[in-house]
């Protein structure tokens, strides 16, 4: 090589779409909060995170699996595929693993959109990383307007489908609105999506929303119909086991046999298949995270009208809030009370903030510092 020869930086090698791409954000650690604003016994409201955290049976199968971590995991999860299947009362083939369900939703942009042509449709306000992984496969995003509340207006979606559409995305119910598709408007959706479409209904926080009405629907119901349909689930939420990084994917067996030429070896590690597993046999857990989430959300809204703040239903283990006043001036006076929310400027929602759920005691502590902040 040349002694004159001028290397190029990264940024002159890099992908005109990812140098245009801005990096997901998670939230700091409490610790660091902690220390950068000089407090201590903050609480983190911040990640949909389950605050009874994982069941005490998923606790002692982590504690057991610690000691042969000397070993690859299953790659095929055998045992967590079986148990699933079992669940959901379906071939275990038509299931498809990952670390996370972002990997999932990494994987059916990989396999069904081809970079420069195809297009990826949702709605505003939706779930980030449908947007992010889009951009970073170098697809086109669609956002389709939304529902007063927020909330994924079917109509508006179907009209922005387009011959380029490959993926429709649909958090059911949707982080951050917290706001949800009833068994009409999914049925409707589902009737008008066009053959060429694949329809993802994201559940994510399935299990806090399924609750005895009818109203809030199980999109796999349809999958008989609809061949073209995914059903995404994860162990991050009611299961407490977000640190673990176990989703899933329930689909066709041609697209599972697909996304699986994709997957990464050994994706889901040794010590989360075995929590995620003993996890599903603890259904009082869920049960009583469900009953947690429900009732917080509720006192939130209850309190609402007298903090002088609108607080949207939701079905998930969160509530988005509008503050009526730049939301960063709100969510500023509240770590300095030591309590850690989400800011929803990124999302496009200026005045607004996304609570998770804590504990009874720190939902009053919450409740308590906005007063403190709104007044």
């Known amino acids: 090589m040349s002694s004159n020869t001028v290397s190029q930086t990264p940024s002159e090698l890099v992908r005109d779409n990812i140098r245009n791409l801005k990096a997901y954000q998670p939230g700091k650690p409490i610790e660091e909060v902690e220390r950068e604003i000089g ?41 967590l595929r079986r148990d699933l299947a079992d669940m959901h009362g379906i071939d275990p083939e038509r299931l498809v693993f990952g670390s996370g369900c972002n990997e999932v939703i990494q994987m059916l942009i990989s396999a069904f959109c081809v970079p420069g042509r195809d297009q990826v449709l949702s709605h505003k306000y939706a779930f980030i990383s449908y947007r992010l992984q889009t951009l970073a496969h170098d697809c086109e995003f669609v956002e389709a307007d939304v529902t007063e509340n927020l909330g994924c207006d079917v109509d508006a979606l179907l009209a922005k489908v387009t011959e380029k559409t490959r ?9 951050p609105t917290g706001a949800h598709l009833d068994r ?4 409707k959706l589902l009737a008008n999506v066009p053959s060429h479409a694949i329809v993802v209904i994201d559940e994510a926080y399935h299990e ?21 349909l995914v059903t995404l689930r994860t162990f991050s939420k009611i299961y407490g086991l977000a640190g673990m990084r176990v989703g899933y994917g329930i689909c066709s067996k041609e697209v599972a046999d697909f996304l699986n030429r994709l997957r990464r070896p050994f994706n889901v590690n040794l010590i989360g298949q075995e929590a995620a597993r003993a996890a599903l046999a603890d259904s009082a857990h869920v049960a009583r995270s469900a009953e947690l989430a429900r009732s917080g959300i509720a006192k939130f809204r209850s309190v609402a009208p007298e903090l002088g703040v609108v607080a949207y239903p939701s079905l ?23 309590v850690i929310v989400r800011p929803m400027a990124v999302w496009g929602l200026a005045t607004h903030l996304r609570i998770s759920i804590g504990t009874e005691e720190q939902t009053e502590r919450c409740i308590g510092a906005l007063r403190s902040v709104l007044s």
Request: aromatic share 10%; proline share 8%.
């Open 208 to 228: 806090y929303a399924d609750v005895a009405d009818d109203d809030y629907p199980k999109s796999q119901d349809y999958a008989q119909d609809r061949p073209l």
């Open 167 to 175: 993926l429709i995305f649909v958090a059911n119910p949707n982080n």
């Open 184 to 187: 009409k408007s999914l049925e």
């Open 316 to 338: 998930g283990n969160f509530l988005l809030i509008d503050v009526k006043r730049p939301a960063q001036e709100v969510y500023d006076g509240l770590l300095r009370r030591g």
């Open 39 to 79: 407090i201590t016994g903050a609480i983190k409201l911040a990640s949909n995170e389950n605050p009874l955290g994982p069941s005490p049976l998923a606790i002692e199968a982590a504690a057991k699996t610690i000691g042969d971590s000397h070993l690859y995991p299953d790659g095929a999860a055998y045992y």
